[in-house]
């Protein structure tokens, strides 16, 4: 209702001053939530929007404001774990799934192997876990040295495996941990590859602390939907992998 220069309006209404026309207009707020917004000319009521929407800006709208649905976020869900006790190998397969996932994180903790000063592998697969590719795998890493500061680099461009780590101990105390991504490729083939990244730290056979991180590919031109670490030579003596999937948003 419009009353002229009346401050006095029903008792459902909200009296607004209209400055332009020197009139209060009674806008009804009707339900809980409800909101007093403004077209290009009028006062209006926002119906209250469902619950867990959100109220937003919306220019296309005549009152400038809309209620939609929130936009979920990325959630990170456990897909699995796998513990080490004298095994020859630690695996993934059957938890990848790319059409839900946009890429996958690995923890590992305390990874030691039986025999002393081996190197840590990476391999992966195209058929569940069938086989392991044993070729066209490009890598590079970096480590750093606590005691000397020095660094050691390296890098092969036609292997047959991703090398992690060198040199690693198996005391204890020279367990290795760290994490790892695994972000697979929409059009896997050379370049287009599924990408590795690792990050770790670990203790040598030597008892020197390193820093160590580096990346990895395969050329294959198929999805891999499987992987697999071991050891250069012998067997996992500990360590605990979990794989987890970061959906798609």
Known sequence: ????????????????????????????????????????SNYVRKAVGTDADTLTSDSTQSDGLNYATKSAGSSVILLGTGTASASTE????????????AYYIFT????????????????FSVNGGSSYLSSDYRWCRLRLNASSGSTGIGENDSDSKIK????????????????????PSPSPGSENAGKYIHDNCYVRDSGTFFRNFGAGMNETSSVVNGIRWYMSSGTIATGTWKMYGVENS
Request: glycine share 10%; net charge negative; hydrophobic share 35%.
């Open 90 to 101: 630690i695996t993934f397969t059957s938890e990848f799934d790319d059409s839900t996932y």
């Open 108 to 123: 590992f903790t305390n990874v030691r192997p039986t025999t002393d000063g081996v190197e840590l592998r990476v391999r």
């Open 164 to 183: 992690m780590v060198v040199d690693l101990g198996n005391a204890a105390g020279e367990g290795l941990s760290g994490k790892a991504l695994y972000i």
């Open 1 to 40: 209702m419009t009353v002229n220069n009346s401050p006095y309006i029903d008792d459902d209404g909200l009296p607004i001053f209209d400055s332009s026309t020197g009139l209060f207009d009674g806008v009804e707020l009707t339900t809980k939530g409800d909101v007093l917004t403004r077209t290009t």
